[in-house]
Nanobody
Framework: QVQLVESGGGLVQPGGSLRLSCAAS????????MSWVRQAPGKGPEWVSS????????TYADSVKGRFTISRDNAKNTLSLQMNNLKPEDTAVYFC????????????????????WGQGTQVTVSS
């Protein structure tokens, strides 16, 4: 069965960095674009970033552009998100998400746009 397991979250001061990872299994990871979505307390899910299946094309929400970098290692079935210059407004649970169709690049936070996402990892940015 499909599994997406996020890790790497934690508490960090403003201006700090974290690297999130998502271990994928149960499907052909290398033919699916993947996304990161986050959800802050009391808010709906927000799309953060997506990467195509080969890792050659990336897109970012304006709120994280220039600070976050998405990447993937298809040999290890791993998706990553390097987060630099973190701000308090980045505080959220971060999820990796798989679209329904291979080749489809999803750039929305709507839950119905993905058929699987993981349990999430908490990122808290606070002094």
């Amino acid at each position: 069965q499909v599994q997406l397991v996020e890790s790497g979250g934690g508490l960090v001061q403003p201006g700090g960095s974290l690297r999130l990872s998502c271990a994928a299994s149960g499907f052909r990871f290398n033919i699916y674009a993947m996304s990161w979505v986050r959800q802050a307390p009391g808010k709906g899910p927000e799309w953060v970033s997506s990467i195509n299946s080969g890792g050659t094309s990336t897109t970012y929400a304006d709120s994280v552009k220039g600070r976050f970098t998405i990447s993937r290692d298809n040999a290890k079935n791993t998706l990553s998100l390097q987060m630099n210059n973190l701000k308090p407004e980045d505080t959220a649970v971060y999820f990796c998400a798989k679209p329904y169709q291979w080749g489809q690049v999803v750039t929305t936070g709507a839950r119905r746009s993905y058929d699987y996402w993981g349990q999430g990892t908490q990122v808290t940015v606070s002094s």
